[in-house]
């Protein structure tokens, strides 16, 4: 009843075919560097067909179609300058930022 098979215990065994469910690759919109996801903030744009609000999602719950960005104000400004929201989530219209600026700014408060 004590027994356990050992190769129930081994996470990283050979079974993955290369595929770690661990370390998963998003390209940041903002400077198109490919980083751990983990790294970046998920957001996704809600609104109507011309009224967009791009609104973060850290825990990666919302429905739609999403966006990766490093929740940095440097990222943020890239992202803006490239129009790479609207590309990204395939939106167009105006496209409001001010609620990720205000993550972003708050993430960045030990730089500041
Ligand atoms: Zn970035």
């Not at 009843?1 to 940041?28: K, N, Q």
């Not at 009224?51 to 179609?65: F, K, M």
């Given at each position: 009843?004590?027994?356990?098979?050992?190769?129930?215990?081994?996470?990283?065994?050979?079974?993955?075919?290369?595929?770690?469910?661990s370390?998963?690759?998003r390209?940041?919109?903002?400077?198109?560097?490919?980083?751990?996801?983990t790294?970046?903030?998920?957001?996704?744009?809600?609104?109507?067909?011309?009224?967009?609000?791009?609104?973060?999602?850290?825990?990666?719950?919302?429905?739609?179609?999403?966006?990766?960005?490093?929740?940095?104000?440097?990222?943020?400004?890239?992202?803006?300058?490239?129009?790479?929201?609207?590309?990204?989530?395939?939106?167009?219209?105006?496209?409001?930022t001010?609620?990720?600026?205000?993550?972003?700014?708050?993430?960045?408060?030990?730089?500041?």
């Amino acid at each position: 009843m004590a027994y356990r098979h050992p190769l129930r215990h081994r996470r990283h065994g050979s079974f993955g075919e290369g595929l770690d469910l661990s370390t998963v690759i998003r390209t940041c919109i903002g400077c198109r560097e490919r980083v751990d996801k983990t790294a970046l903030v998920r957001v996704v744009g809600i609104g109507s067909s011309s009224n967009w609000v791009i609104t973060p999602d850290p825990g990666g719950s919302l429905p739609g179609r999403g966006a990766h960005l490093h929740p940095t104000t440097r990222c943020l400004e890239l992202a803006i300058k490239r129009k790479a929201f609207g590309r990204a989530l395939k939106i167009e219209g105006t496209i409001d930022t001010i609620l990720l600026a205000e993550v972003v700014r708050g993430t960045n408060d030990q730089k500041n």
